[in-house]
């Protein structure tokens, strides 16, 4: 596989603190793991631009941390020229596919758009991955559980 079948995706939820930036380092540690690293660019992004320029909540950044992971990028508000950037923009919940559907522009890049439940393995019956920001520390292992439950699913369909 050559670095010009790169692979860009994006993961968003509503804010760009927990989940997404979460998805976006879980995903990057497992290209790692695997060896393809040059095959695959992660980002991640929030519908919303509240947090823009903050670290991922500290709550997500210790539970994180626990698992082996650093999260460590800033948050940004998504913007209709991510659909220009990435193949794949994938999304943490119902919500969050309303509010990115609504910025495609046309049908080619509403086909860019997948919901990360899609991609569970373990954990098929959920419907998303829930926010964990009002929640307690069982709400934010929950949702590492289902980002790395559906990275994992997305690594294989991806690059088998």
């Given amino acids: 596989m050559s670095t010009n079948n790169r692979k860009r995706l994006l993961f968003v939820c509503l804010?760009?603190?927990?989940?997404?930036?979460?998805?976006?380092?879980?995903?990057?540690?497992?290209?790692?793991?695997?060896?393809i690293t040059d095959f695959l660019q992660t980002d991640s992004a929030g519908v919303g631009g509240w947090h823009v320029g903050e670290l991922p909540d500290s709550r997500m950044r210790r539970h994180a941390a626990e698992r082996g992971y650093i999260l460590k990028s800033k948050a940004r508000q998504l913007s209709s020229d991510d659909?220009?950037?990435?193949?794949?923009?994938?999304?943490?919940?119902?919500?969050?596919?309303?509010?990115?559907?609504?910025?495609?522009?046309?049908?080619?890049?509403?086909?860019?758009i997948l919901k990360m439940k899609d991609y569970f393995v373990k954990y098929k019956g959920c419907d998303s991955v829930p926010d964990p920001y009002y929640g307690s520390a069982e709400d934010f292992e929950l949702s590492l559980d289902l980002i790395e439950d559906g990275c994992s699913g997305l690594i294989e369909i991806i690059f088998g």
Avoid: Q, T
Wanted: aromatic fraction near 8%.
């Fill in 15 to 35: 804010g760009n603190i927990c989940r997404s930036p979460a998805a976006e380092e879980v995903m990057r540690k497992m290209a790692n793991d695997r060896g």
């Fill in 83 to 112: 659909f220009g950037k990435f193949d794949y923009i994938v999304v943490m919940d119902d919500e969050n596919y309303k509010s990115v559907s609504s910025l495609a522009r046309n049908n080619e890049e509403r086909g860019k």
